[in-house]
């Protein structure tokens, strides 16, 4: 059975960073692209980033400026979003999610997001 | 940008419901719909615009091409009462519709 559990978030100031993971279990993790995907409160979905299976490929949306950086650990299939320079506007669920592409060899995503995990939520506020 | 009307769908159970996602460039088939119930995980139905994810019920469709898009859900179930998502993922950055929500008329 897939699962993606996240964890990290809380409540952090303006100005300062913050880690998400997100735990993965149920398939070969190293094999596949990941994204984080958000959502305000009450608001609809965001993209925000997407990583190769191998991690030489990453692509961000573009409010990210720069700020957050999502990486990945195939040794212990964990996937990261490094956040810096939070701003009250990144309030958010924090999702990851899994792109089923695959192909042999290289990076071939299918961009859409299945399955989800369960979120975690970050608070910016002082 | 992907626009998606009604904001809300009120339908009675056992009705149909059409939902509409508009692009304003053209993403050929490069369309996936999602669902999310009231504090619950969005949930893939539907990738290139009418292929099925795995368990999804046959009540669920969707069909069109370029900039114009429906989802379709035929003989609504209590459980399908939820928002629904259009994604895009023919150019970058990836983006969502703003939802429509299905409710109980």
């Known amino acids: 059975q897939v699962q993606l559990v996240e964890s990290g978030g809380g409540v952090v100031q303006p100005g300062r960073s913050l880690r998400l993971s997100c735990a993965v279990s149920?398939?070969?993790?190293?094999?596949?692209?990941m994204h984080w995907v958000r959502q305000a409160p009450g608001k609809g979905l965001e993209w925000v980033a997407i990583?190769?299976?191998?991690?030489?490929?990453?692509y961000y949306a573009d409010f990210v400026g720069g700020r957050f950086t999502i990486s990945r650990d195939n040794s212990n299939n964990t996937l990261y979003l490094q956040m810096s320079s939070l701003r009250p506007d990144d309030t958010a669920v924090y999702y990851c999610?899994?792109?089923?592409?695959?192909?042999?060899?290289?990076?071939?995503?299918?961009?859409?997001?299945?399955?989800w995990g369960r979120g975690t939520l970050v608070t910016v506020s002082s | 940008v992907m626009t998606q009307s009604p904001a809300t769908l009120s339908v009675s159970p056992g009705e149909r419901a059409t939902l509409s996602c508009r692009a304003s460039?053209?993403?050929?088939?490069?369309i996936a719909w999602y669902q999310q119930k009231a504090g619950q995980t969005p949930r893939l139905l539907i990738h290139?615009?009418?292929t099925r994810a795995t368990g999804i019920p046959a009540r669920f469709s969707g069909s069109g091409s370029g900039t114009e898009f429906t989802l379709t859900i035929n003989t609504l179930q209590s459980e399908d009462f939820a928002v629904y998502y259009c994604?895009?993922?023919?150019?970058?950055?990836?983006?969502f519709g703003g939802g429509t929500k299905v409710e109980i008329k």
């Open positions: 999610a899994k792109d089923p592409g695959y192909c042999s060899g290289g990076f071939c995503p299918s961009n859409w997001f299945d399955p």
């Open positions: 149920g398939f070969t993790f190293s094999t596949y692209g």
């Open positions: 990583i190769s299976y191998d991690g030489r490929y990453r």
């Open positions: 460039q053209s993403v050929g088939t490069k």
């Open positions: 290139t615009t009418s």
């Open positions: 994604q895009q993922y023919n150019n970058w950055p990836l983006t």
